[in-house]
Structures are given as C-alpha cells and as structure tokens.
C-alpha cells in the first residue's frame, strides 16, 4: 500500500496488552515508535535506537526483545505485553513494588526495560545468583543506580515468589 | 527521506526473485545491525526483503549426519534446540553472545555471518566448526565452506540475488571450546577463538579458528602443537602468531595488539576444549 504521501505504508494488527489494535503505519516505522507515538504507550522509551541500552525492551509472543530493532510492520500479527501491562501506579507488580521498595531505579528512563529483563530471567529460574542477576541484565544500560540497587530488588523479588518476606517487610 | 519498501517474501526463492527484481534493496535478518545503520543513515534502502516468514528458522538433522542450521535461527533459538549439543561449537558461542537475552532473542546465526563483522562472535566460530554454507539464488541452491564464504572485513562470496538459507554443521564435535577477550561487557570481542578437539590419543586433531584478529576468520591446524595436558610450547604460540601475518585493526584496538592476544586467547579456547568430556 502506498499512502497520498508516496510514503509506503501497511496496515498491521497487533494484540497489545490484550487488546486487539489495528493501525496504519510507514514501512520504515520501527515497533518502538508505533508503540509510542501508534499506540499512546508512552512507557516503553527510546534511547540509543541501536540495541544497545534496552529501554525500548517489550515482549513480543512470548520473548523479550528490543522494540527499536524491529521493523512496526513485520510485527504484524504478533502479541505484545508492554510496561502498561505490567502493573498500573495503583497496582504495582511484585517486581515493581521490589525495585520500589530498593530503590532500584533513580530517573527511571532505563526502568522499564529492566523490569522486563528481570521478568524474563524470574521466570525461568525462581532463585538466581547474583552473576545470573548481572548476566540477564546485560542488555539494559542504567547511568544512575550503578546497577547494584536494580541487582537487589530483583533478587529480592525472586526471594519474595519464593514466599520469604521482602525487604521492606522485614524492616517493618 | 527516500521512501522505503517493505516485501515479506514466504520462501528464499522469492526473496531472491525481489532481489532480483528491485534495486537498492536488503536482506532483512533479525534487524540488529540493518535496522540501526538505516536509522543513522548509514544505509539509504529503498526495499528490505524480510526473510521472517521465508521458513529459515530452525536446527534440523541435515544430510549425512550433519546439523543443519536454518538462516534465520536466532541465538536463543540454537540453544534452546534438542540438538544443539550436536552443533556444540556454535552453542556454545551463541550463548556467549553479549547484549542481553533480548539480542538473543533477535540476531540471527545467518544474519551475523552475512554481516561479516570480523569483530564478531560467529563468523570465527562458524569456520572453527567446519560449517558450510547453503546459499540460494535465481539459478539454484549451492553450497561453500565457511572459509569461502568470508572472503574480507564486512564482505562475502554473496552475489547479486543471493540468500543465505542455512548452514551444514558437522555433528561430531564433542570437545569443542570458545574464548572470547573483550574489555567491556557490551562491547564486541577484540578477539575469538573456537578450538575443536577430536579423540583423545596419539594422533588427537586439533584446530583452532580465531576471530576479530583478521580481516576474515583464520583457521588454524595446532594438532602437533595440543595435548590432553595442553598446548605445547613454543610451537603453539609460533603456530598462532605466524598465522596472524595481517592483523585486523578497528576503534576498539590496533592490530598489533591483536596479533601479540592470538596465542593466550587460542591457548584458552583449547585449555576449555580439554575441559570438556566428550
């Protein structure tokens, strides 16, 4: 399809958070900027646009990848969980109410990303060492906490799923 | 901004087809390297042939006891497979890969190779294994070694209309080991090596295939030169270095640094190959 604008464009469906949404976009549109400026789904960021620092990270049929390394278009027909659907300000998930409770973030801008590395690595492996920690979020770049308060939530989430108190509990 | 088309051909021979049909057109892979060159501007496309729906994905058993790899096969993907201990070197290498489990989840075996990057994890490691390389186009299907197939920094024997479908991966590599030296955890490697060991006795076979220390991968014999107690010297490092005659340099280091790193980082690859039971 070609728009009035001789800008090629295709008509993609995507299931967001479990909502079926279809749209019209360029074929030059990467995922990341459907998501933001398609979608109004403002918390997945983008920052470097090369792969590198991970905040533009989503869940795309099941597996975690970089939003801003895909083309909108070829993601057509695929299901999609972004940092909306992971909890809302009232509701926080039991990650994000751990990185809340250690202080795991400071701006906040790489924050999402790592909450979906952290989800990815929980899932299949309920108690990881700290390397395993370090080793799953090498693909998100934090210029803030100097990663050892994000290391200590997510062990603390882990340590929570396994029902043992978190760390906010256990100084209450 | 030139106008960019999107084409998500359903087989290789259609791909090729656009190839053929369209100029100033891409191969598409798992878009890591693509995707941000065309957003810097570093490439001006007017066609990318996504190979997602092409049916290149996947590890399979392959003619005469070979695994074969399919193009699109992602890292993660490689791991995951029931028959990734039958392609160990490459296993082990695509576990090894930086940039998170996202990157794994996305670059692809096929994309890597054609990429060419010599500072890269999977070239080396694909001519270490002794991969050869299925490569279609408007006329048919061929296949190349690995070592054919790189023939420079960033190129390959790829033509005009050609795709890489997948790779032919022999399957009896037990001892097989990977070392990587790089300085940062999200940079690339200065330098790779992949070694692969075969039997152990009198006669053992040994090569090592080092990575990101020349323009294309250099495979190397050190089979008079490795032990079960592990490499001997002097032969080892004279083996290395003098096979390393035009070392490669880019940003992350000059080549003579690279040349003087070959013989601890293939040393290492061979002392992890030991290590590991067949």
């Known amino acids: 399809m070609t728009s009035a604008s001789d800008t090629p464009t295709h008509v993609i469906t995507l299931t ?133 308060r994000i290391v200590t939530a997510i062990a603390d989430a882990a340590r929570r799923a396994r029902g043992h108190a978190g760390k906010a509990e256990e100084r209450a | 901004m030139r106008p960019l088309h999107y084409h998500a051909p359903g087989s290789a021979e259609q791909a090729c087809a656009l190839l053929a049909e369209h100029d100033g057109a891409a191969v598409l892979g798992g878009g890591t390297m693509l995707l941000p060159a065309l957003r810097r501007g570093e490439r001006s496309l007017r066609h990318v042939i996504d190979l997602r729906h092409s049916g290149l994905s996947g590890v399979s058993c392959g003619p005469r006891g070979l695994v074969r790899v399919g193009a699109m096969t992602t890292y993660a993907e490689l791991a995951r497979s029931p028959l990734s201990g039958r392609a160990a070197a490459l296993t082990i290498t695509a576990r090894a890969v930086t940039g998170g489990a996202q990157l794994r989840n996305q670059a692809t075996i096929g994309g890597s190779a054609c990429h060419a990057n010599p500072a890269s994890d999977m070239p080396g490691c694909l001519v270490g294994a002794g991969a050869r ?23 390959t024997i790829l033509g005009h209309a050609e795709v890489v479908t997948g790779f032919l991966v022999p399957a009896d590599q037990a001892r097989v080991g990977y070392y990587k030296l790089k300085l940062a955890e999200g940079s690339w490697p200065i330098a790779t090596a992949t070694a692969v060991l075969g039997p152990a006795g009198t006669d053992m076979a040994a090569t090592v295939a080092l990575g990101g220390v020349a323009a294309q991968p250099v495979r190397i014999d050190v089979s008079r030169a490795v032990t079960e107690d592990g490499v001997v010297e002097p032969t080892f490092t004279e083996l290395i270095r003098s096979a390393v005659a035009e070392p490669w340099t880019d940003e992350l280091a000059p080549g003579s640094y690279r040349r003087q790193v070959s013989p601890v980082v293939a040393r290492r690859a061979v002392k992890n ?3 590991v039971r067949p």
Request: charged residues 20%; proline residues 3%; hydrophobic residues 40%.
């Open chain 2, 273 to 275: 190959a030991i290590g």
């Open chain 1, 16 to 148: 967001v958070n479990g909502e079926t949404r279809t749209l019209c976009c360029a074929d030059r549109q990467l995922l990341v900027e459907v998501i933001r400026d398609g979608l109004g789904l403002k918390g997945t960021h983008v920052g470097c646009l090369s792969g590198d620092c991970g905040a533009c990270t989503v869940e795309m049929d099941g597996k975690i990848i970089k939003s801003c390394l895909v083309l909108a278009v070829g993601a057509d027909g695929s299901s999609m969980t972004t940092i909306e659907g992971l909890g809302t300000p009232d509701a926080l998930s039991d990650l994000q109410q751990a990185f809340w409770d250690a202080d795991g973030f400071q701006c906040g801008f790489c924050l999402p990303g790592h909450l979906f590395a952290a989800r990815d690595l929980l899932a299949g492996n309920p108690d990881p060492s700290e390397a395993e920690i370090r080793d799953a979020i090498a693909g998100n770049l934090c210029r803030c906490t100097g990663y050892q």
């Open chain 2, 133 to 155: 390389v299925v490569i279609q186009g408007l006329a048919g299907e061929g296949v190349v070694t690995e070592e054919e197939f790189f023939t420079g920094a960033f190129r």
